[in-house]
């Protein structure tokens, strides 16, 4: 399968991947928001929990970073939607990213690559901050104490961490314990009275990632004229 350019409006789209094809979605910057020389990559929660790139935390972060100027990219894992495999317990999916990162340093080499996850997919982008080096890692409920945080080497890039102090799914307590006593350093917000799936905090979400980005965003792009 050859490699697909890079779409300038959105579109869905496929990619061959580690274990047969990826599906791959791919949005501009908002209309009213300068485009910036930026590309997220936004990883979907868990397969085996019904976790898709549409999933709501995953779309609305996307938007969060869409209306700051940057480009996203959501893409479903492995046995997903329309991608081909089988859930691999993060292993397989690490390539996945892999693979989805590599499309988008080939066909956009000038722009910063931003990593972005909510609970696998924090988990997923985690553990490729270090190899990958991004310009920037969002995660968004990270489940520590769920899968192994122990190996996970920690990015040296500007890192923004969303929590919610209502958690049902992710012990907030483990995600905090796991920051202090691994060095991070990690803007961390807590959003109380929060669960994790952001039932009506999906605004407030937006607006955390917003604010928590702006001092790190790449100029926009020069206007032509």
């Known amino acids: ?17 580690p274990a047969g094809r ?13 485009a910036r020389p930026l590309v997220a990559i936004v990883c979907h929660p868990l397969p085996t929990e019904g976790g898709t790139m549409h999933n709501k935390v995953v779309t609305i972060a996307s938007r969060a970073l869409r209306e700051v100027g940057a480009t996203t990219v959501r893409f479903n894992f492995r046995g997903t939607g329309e991608s081909e495999g089988a859930f691999d317990q993060g292993d397989g999916e690490l390539d996945d990213l892999r693979t989805v990162a590599a499309w988008v340093r080939a066909q ?6 931003w990593l972005a996850g909510f609970s696998f997919g924090a988990y997923v982008s985690l553990r490729a901050a270090a190899e990958l080096q991004p310009g920037m890692l969002i995660s968004i409920a990270p489940p520590a104490g769920r899968w192994d945080f122990g190996a996970i080497a920690l990015p040296a890039c500007p890192w923004l961490v969303v929590q919610g102090e209502a958690d049902e799914v992710v012990d907030p307590q483990a995600v905090y314990d796991w920051l202090e006593t691994s060095g991070a350093e990690a803007e961390l917000v807590r959003m109380p009275d929060t669960g994790h799936f952001f039932h009506r905090k999906l605004m407030d979400l937006r607006g955390v990632i917003k604010h928590g980005v ?12």
């Open 214 to 225: 702006r001092d790190h965003l790449p100029p926009p792009h020069a206007q032509a004229g």
């Open 22 to 34: 990826l599906e791959v979605a791919v949005d501009p910057p908002d209309e009213a928001a300068p």
């Open 108 to 113: 956009r080499p000038g722009d910063a690559l």
């Open 1 to 17: 399968m050859d490699l697909p350019e890079f779409p300038d409006d959105s579109a869905t789209l496929t990619l061959p991947g």
